[in-house]
């Protein structure tokens, strides 16, 4: 049995999991990132923390995986841009492997959560299949035949940036009319707040203050029989389903598996949305269907796709 170390970089804390080749726990744990410092303390804190915890397992480690936020170079395990952690170009896998002694992979963090969930969460039924994270932002990854889809030196895969409605509202990207722009939670709550405005008798007021409204508010609202909240909830489907139906008729994945707060809703949000996205996908009706499912791993995710990408690398 091989055993590989799993890293979740975020700016607060590195998370850290030992997973043996048939995706098993052993152990993990998270210490804090301390971001303020140079890149080379903090790498160091990443592996040691790494053979700490495989020696608390009892096992040695055969490669490790890094998850990390921002622009990544996986070929060369370089973190060309990061801005939460302002890194520029910094050769994440030399330095982490220079202390651990193993070969160490780097990955963009969003794909790590897409190749956990297939490896061992919600898609581990499926060799094809898509994350979709609704965020802050509208992110995840895409994978093919259990390998990720990373698109020229790893800068593709950005399914919050196509167009769903041109002209359209302005994303944070430049561009106009992104599918993050109308499917986010960050949209998503824009919209509600947005409907309140235009309806100050709407039952919306009463659910929560303006400024506290979040991507569980007009659902709640909905669920009181409030037909401002239920047309934000209908529209925003709606826009899912364009992004969703999109990707379907790109890649014609086995599954798509949705995550992020709003996904809490469970069949309230997925029931309607798979009607959507059945009449939307190209081809014909019952050929090479897609299943729509809620990710399960949550926030260990990331980890679990790290040590898988040093797995197959």
Not at 293 to 313: K, P, V
Request: hydrophobic share 40%; proline share 3%; net charge neutral.
């Amino acid at each position: 049995m091989k055993y590989y170390a799993g890293i979740d970089l975020g700016g607060t804390f590195i998370k850290c999991g030992i997973v043996d080749e048939t995706g098993k726990l052993l152990v993990k744990d998270k210490i804090p990132t301390k971001k303020e410092r140079p890149y080379e303390a903090v790498a160091k804190d990443m592996a040691n923390f790494a053979l700490k915890l495989a020696t608390q397992a009892g096992v040695k480690l055969s490669a490790a995986g890094i998850g990390s936020p921002g622009s990544i170079d996986s070929k060369n395990g370089i973190v060309v841009y990061n801005n939460n952690l302002k890194w520029d170009d910094v050769p994440l896998s030399d330095e982490v492997r220079a202390v651990l002694g193993v070969p160490v992979y780097v990955l963009n963090d969003a794909n790590a959560a897409a190749l956990g969930e297939q490896f061992c969460g919600a898609g581990n039924e499926y060799r094809d299949v898509i994350f979709v994270t609704l965020g802050t932002g509208v992110g995840g990854g895409i994978v093919i035949d259990g390998k990720l889809f990373e698109g020229n030196k790893s800068a593709g895969a950005e399914i919050g940036h196509a167009v769903i409605r041109m002209g359209g509202e302005k994303c944070t990207c430049g561009r106009k009319g992104c599918f993050e722009a109308y499917a986010s939670a960050t949209a998503l709550i824009r919209q509600t707040k947005r409907a309140m405005g235009k309806h100050p008798e709407s039952a919306l007021w009463g659910i929560c203050d303006f400024d506290k409204v979040d991507g569980k508010t007009a659902f709640d609202g909905m669920r009181a029989d409030d037909k401002t909240a239920a047309q934000v909830v209908k529209a925003y489907i709606g826009y899912l389903a364009e992004g969703i139906a999109n990707l379907c008729n790109e890649f014609r994945p086995e599954a798509i598996l949705l995550g992020g707060g709003v996904c809490a809703e469970g069949d309230t949000l997925l029931e309607p949305l798979k009607k959507l996205v059945g009449k939307m996908i190209y081809g014909k009706e019952g050929y090479a269907p897609v299943e729509l499912l809620t990710a399960s791993l949550g926030n260990d995710a990331g980890m679990f796709g790290a040590a898988r990408y040093a797995m197959i690398r």
